[in-house]
Structure formats: structure tokens, C-alpha cells
T-cell receptor, first 113, second 114 residues
Framework: ETGVTQSPTHLIKTRGQQVTLRCSSQSGHNTVSWYQQALGQGPQFIFQYYREEENGRGNFPPRFSGLQFPNYSSELNVNALELDDSALYLC????????????FGPGTRLTVT | GDSVTQMEGPVTLSEEAFLTINCTYTATGYPSLFWYVQYPGEGLQLLLKATKADDKGSNKGFEATYRKETTSFHLEKGSVQVSDSAVYFCALSDRASGTYKYIFGTGTRLKVLA
């Protein structure tokens, strides 16, 4: 059974640029959630995708957007990067019907300079 | 809204000491409760969970009991090891409008000395 994978591992961008982060769900999982973890903080919910549609969103501006593909993999896109966007971005996958239990990937460390 | 409060860290213990990390929650519904562990430079690993009141989650010597009357889910381990050094996150998951999102505490760093 393949776990949740994310790419890239690390990324450095300049303020104002755009970034795309990728996530492959654990085999068979149909729901993907994205979280932002600032240094020294707990993860904050960004949004969740189920059947290729956004299925809930946290307190993040519209410049954070996402996609889910038919194979349940997912992308997180962030436009007009700000310094405060520097964080670890975590992807978590789950079965819709057992969605209390989410499995996390290793994360992508984004640094905005 | 829902929230999770954890004790401030860091917690520094000697090997084989008893560990307690306090966690309390506020939720309008009937959440599931979790403890996750994060080792340096890594993502989150599920340590244990409890889905209803009085359930006890356990794994690798760690335990936590879902206490609805005190809205708590304290993490305990009888004898910690150096390898337990990590950051521990308490979290709840509640179904709101069909979205199973997690709400995390701020994390408690544990350092175990040999």
C-alpha cells in the first residue's frame, strides 16, 4: 500500500510569484485535504476536495486554490505569494465514509523571500 | 467555533519518566479525537484516536481516554524513551456541512534525555 506522497520537498519562491504543490493520495482514498503549518504552530485547514470538487474551506483567501484529479491526486496553487505564506504545506487523504481518519504526507516546505 | 488547547511546551523528561500532555477541546458536535506525532523534518503520523466518549486510544505505549464530562483527551505514557522526542499534536475532527476537517492544537514539544 503506497502512502501519501507530496512534491516537491522544498521550494523557494519570491514574493508575488505563483506556486503549485502536488499530492498523491494513499491508494483507494477519495478525499484530499490541505493544511498550512507555520513554524512552531499546529496545521491550519485550507480546504478539502471530494469527487474533484471543493468540499469545505478554511479561513484562507481566494488566492489559495486547488484541484483534484480523477485519480484522486491533488494540487494546491497559491498566487501572489506573500512572505507569510512561508510554511510547511501538508496534504492528507482519507476515505470519504471513514473521513475522520486522515493520513498525512511528509509535506512541502515553502519559503517565500 | 471548535478549538483545541494543549499544554505549553517544551516538556523535558528523563528516560523512563511518566509522561502526561494535557489536551482539552471545545466542540459543538460529537468530535473524534486524535493525537499525532511529528518528528523533525517530517509530516504528521497518527499516534492514536478515539471516536466516542469513554473510548481509550492506545499505541506504542501511549494512551488517551476521551472524557466528555471534562472535554479532555490527555496523552500519557508510563515510561518514555529518547526516541519519543518529538512534537505532539492533539486534534479533533467534526463533521460540519459534510467536511471532515481537523482542528489542531499548537503542539507540545517533548524532549527526553538519556
Amino acid at each position: 500500500e503506497t502512502g501519501v506522497t507530496q512534491s516537491p520537498t522544498h521550494l523557494i519562491k519570491t514574493r508575488g510569484q505563483q506556486v503549485t504543490l502536488r499530492c498523491s493520495s494513499q491508494s483507494g482514498h477519495n478525499t484530499v485535504s490541505w493544511y498550512q503549518q507555520a513554524l512552531g504552530q499546529g496545521p491550519q485547514f485550507i480546504f478539502q476536495y471530494y469527487r474533484e470538487e471543493e468540499n469545505g474551506r478554511g479561513n484562507f483567501p481566494p488566492r489559495f486554490s486547488g484541484l483534484q484529479f480523477p485519480n484522486y491526486s491533488s494540487e494546491l496553487n497559491v498566487n501572489a505569494l506573500e512572505l507569510d505564506d512561508s510554511a510547511l504545506y501538508l496534504c492528507a487523504s482519507s476515505f470519504r465514509d471513514v473521513a475522520y481518519e486522515q493520513y498525512f504526507g511528509p509535506g512541502t516546505r515553502l519559503t517565500v523571500t | 467555533g471548535d478549538s483545541v488547547t494543549q499544554m505549553e511546551g517544551p516538556v523535558t523528561l528523563s528516560e523512563e519518566a511518566f509522561l502526561t500532555i494535557n489536551c482539552t477541546y471545545t466542540a459543538t458536535g460529537y468530535p473524534s479525537l486524535f493525537w499525532y506525532v511529528q518528528y523533525p523534518g517530517e509530516g504528521l503520523q497518527l499516534l492514536l484516536k478515539a471516536t466516542k466518549a469513554d473510548d481509550k486510544g492506545s499505541n506504542k505505549g501511549f494512551e488517551a481516554t476521551y472524557r466528555k464530562e471534562t472535554t479532555s483527551f490527555h496523552l500519557e505514557k508510563g515510561s518514555v524513551q529518547v526516541s519519543d522526542s518529538a512534537v505532539y499534536f492533539c486534534a479533533l475532527s467534526d463533521r460540519a456541512s459534510g467536511t471532515y476537517k481537523y482542528i489542531f492544537g499548537t503542539g507540545t514539544r517533548l524532549k527526553v534525555l538519556a
